[in-house]
């Protein structure tokens, strides 16, 4: 096999934490230079811009685009053009249409684009789906509640025009729940929180279904203090399944059926690898559309200010 060269552009908050021991434990993927205007890293070649490393850097294959959605879809056009795979950072953009003129770069240039969703690859997820595939499903409500503090802190861009605010978690939850139900589901109404200060909520209300009246609830909050919740409960015609810690353990009602450790950004490297290999996309826009109708559907109300 020959080796993926990747480069990160963007050295921050998930860079650190993750991209970089899932690329050091990916069978065929080598970390070949980083791409980042304050960061880099001792022993490998450094650039402050992605323009730069394309022009001056070592020879590369791949790129892995882990700064903020705002400027991302540039920096992944700017790859394809120079003949590079690309690897996106959820979201895959601040918009659902500019994913289009990428998705079509990355064909004629026979590269791969692939707009990761890393909470699709926890543990308990595919186990989840094929559950409910069996049964029928009732009801879900998702609570995805988190402490920005703690998690995005001082991440201006988040709430900036773009930056999603609580839907940078909460399109995490979308993900997985487009990825368990068996059926397509849209947004009916939504409630978003938005301080006075800033141009992204920090919570947001979720009213979705399906086809056939489903019933979907979601609350996403930023300003949650105390226990996290990153959990999906779902009542079936058979017992209620809940998905908690992100994905990555299941249980029916109340017993743990499925629980392992986080594997998220190894299986993300490895299928990149797999996709490379025959310059093949991966581009699933489904959470994307329902946060964008999110914003289109949502009764807005303005909170106090956010201070980090
Ligand atoms: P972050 O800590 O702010 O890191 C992003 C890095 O991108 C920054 O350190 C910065 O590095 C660079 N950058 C920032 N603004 C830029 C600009 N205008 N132009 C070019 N480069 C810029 O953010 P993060 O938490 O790593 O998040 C990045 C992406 O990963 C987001 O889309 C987020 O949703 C996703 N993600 C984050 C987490 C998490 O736990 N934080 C988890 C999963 C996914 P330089 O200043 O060195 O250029």
Redesign the pocket.
């Known amino acids: 096999m020959t080796e993926l060269r990747i480069a990160i ?10 991209h970089l021991s899932a690329i050091a434990a990916t069978p065929g993927a080598t970390l070949a230079a980083v791409a ?4 880099s890293l001792p022993g490998l070649p450094h650039f ?2 992605i323009e730069e490393l394309l022009e001056k850097g070592p020879p590369i294959d791949a790129v892995s685009l ?7 879809r540039a ?1 992944a056009a700017a790859a394809l053009a120079a003949g590079k795979h690309v690897m996106l ?3 895959p953009g601040t918009g659902v249409a500019e994913l289009d003129p990428l998705i079509a770069m990355a064909a004629d240039a026979k590269r791969t684009l692939f707009a990761t969703w ?1 909470s699709r690859y926890a543990p308990a997820v595919e186990p989840a789906r094929q559950w409910l595939a069996e049964r029928r499903i009732t009801s879900v409500h998702i609570s995805w509640k988190e402490d920005v503090r703690v ?2 802190p ?2 201006g ?2 709430w900036e025009p773009g930056g ?1 605010g609580v839907f ?1 978690p909460g399109i ?1 939850a979308l993900s997985i729940l487009t990825k368990i139900l068996p059926q397509a589901v849209f947004v009916t109404a939504a409630e978003l929180a938005f301080p006075a200060n800033c141009q992204a909520p920090i919570a947001a209300k979720l009213t979705l279904t399906d086809i056939g009246g489903l019933p979907i609830s979601a609350e996403f909050d930023f300003r949650q203090t105390g226990p996290q919740s990153w959990d999906v409960l779902v009542e079936t015609d058979q017992g209620r399944l809940t998905l908690s810690g992100g994905g990555r353990r299941m249980a029916i009602d109340g017993k743990t059926v499925a629980e392992a450790p986080d594997e998220e950004y190894r299986e993300l490297y490895r299928r990149f690898v797999d996709l490379a290999a025959t310059c093949a996309s991966d581009v699933d826009l489904a959470p994307l559309r329902l946060v964008a109708d999110a914003f289109l559907l949502g009764k807005r109300t303005i909170v106090e200010p956010f201070v980090d």
Do not use: Y
């Not at 980042?36 to 960061?39: I, T």
């Not at 882990?66 to 991302?72: H, N």
């Open positions: 552009v963007g050295f921050g908050k998930i860079a650190r934490d993750q980042s205007r304050n960061a402050a811009t882990c700064t903020p959605p705002q400027v991302r920096q950072e959820k979201p890393h998690w995005h001082g991440q861009w988040i999603l940078d995490n």
